[in-house]
């Protein structure tokens, strides 16, 4: 077969024409598909198998994508206190940690707090519950984050009372130190951090930890090299806000009853971790587990005879 190009007068070849030489084997091909009637079913087969073999490959392909995107805090940002507004003292964060001070301090028996700022802490929060600080690109987050779901999905089967009843409800906040914020809200950290308002406005929450974090019994129970990790992590929060540790549990303890650590325990805050022992960390089960003795007051946070 011959093809004629045409050539136009003012110097080049028509366009037309030479579009018609690229397509027309292609136009042929498809006319013969039509025409050849047992060929059809074998395409229609064959672009079925085609979808059939690449599901796996594109599954796995939207799950990267979706695994780099994950930054590991959907179960805390369900349970956050915002930093949101932080810049003028009216984020979520800087609510909890006022109501704090003022509950703390009718406990320390400061006269310009009452029993009813005791009560509307306890009221609002919880009677008792964990506050984790957490982070984005933080693993050991994101290990810590599944194990308080596998305790908040399956709260009465880790129920450690002698009895093996409780009418305390599972409860947990926590608060994002790098949260994310709106583009426009973003704008007015010129001087600090959304985070580092919260340290410096609200720097008697993290004085008392410093206290209470290194005379608890889990500390107590730890050997001197682990407890001397455990009070850098701890006087970390004190300093530059790069240098903070997370993820960091701090469990606080309305109930009234008797603590595990002593009777005359005077704070909210019953202990403090950063991290869950290699020997309970080896799924979201077993450090569920270690999440439970810590409420509970069992085994590591427990008080040796």
């Known amino acids: 077969m011959v093809y004629f190009i045409s050539y136009t007068g003012n110097g080049g070849f028509c366009m037309k024409e030479i579009l018609k030489v690229i397509a027309t084997p292609f136009v042929a091909l498809w006319k013969w598909i039509k025409e050849t009637a047992w060929v ?43 930093l949101s507004k932080a810049y003028k003292g009216k984020s979520e964060c800087d609510d909890f940690f006022v ?82 914020l709106s583009d426009s809200e973003e704008k007015k950290y010129t001087d600090f951090k959304p985070f580092e ?39 970390n929060f004190m300093g530059d806000i790069s240098s903070i540790h997370t993820p960091c549990v701090v469990l606080f303890d309305l109930t009234g009853k008797e603590s595990s650590n002593g009777a005359d325990w005077n704070y909210l805050a019953n202990t403090v971790f950063f991290s869950i022992p290699s020997s309970s960390s080896t799924n979201d089960v077993t450090r569920a587990q270690f999440l439970a003795q810590a409420w509970y007051g069992k085994k590591d946070f427990q008080i040796e005879d």
């Open 40 to 82: 059809q079913p074998l395409l229609i087969v064959g672009v079925i198998f085609g979808v059939i073999f690449s599901i796996p490959t594109i599954t796995t392909w939207i799950n990267d994508i979706i695994d780099y995107f994950d930054d590991g805090l959907d179960y805390y940002e369900n349970i956050n206190l915002s």
């Open 99 to 180: 109501a704090y001070e003022k509950a703390q301090g009718y406990l320390n028996g400061d006269e310009d707090f009452s029993e009813q700022d005791y009560t509307a802490f306890k009221n609002k929060y919880g009677e008792k519950f964990f506050l984790v600080f957490a982070q984005s690109e933080c693993d050991a987050c994101e290990e810590i984050s599944d194990a308080l779901e596998e305790l908040k999905d399956n709260w009465k089967k880790y129920i450690l009372t002698e009895d093996g009843t409780t009418t305390e409800k599972y409860k947990c906040w926590s608060i994002i130190c790098n949260e994310d």
């Open 197 to 235: 308002y919260i340290l410096n406005d609200h720097s008697q929450f993290f004085e008392d930890m410093q206290k209470f974090g290194k005379i608890n019994t889990y500390y107590n129970n730890l050997s001197s090299a682990e407890q001397s990790v455990q009070a850098g992590y701890i006087e």
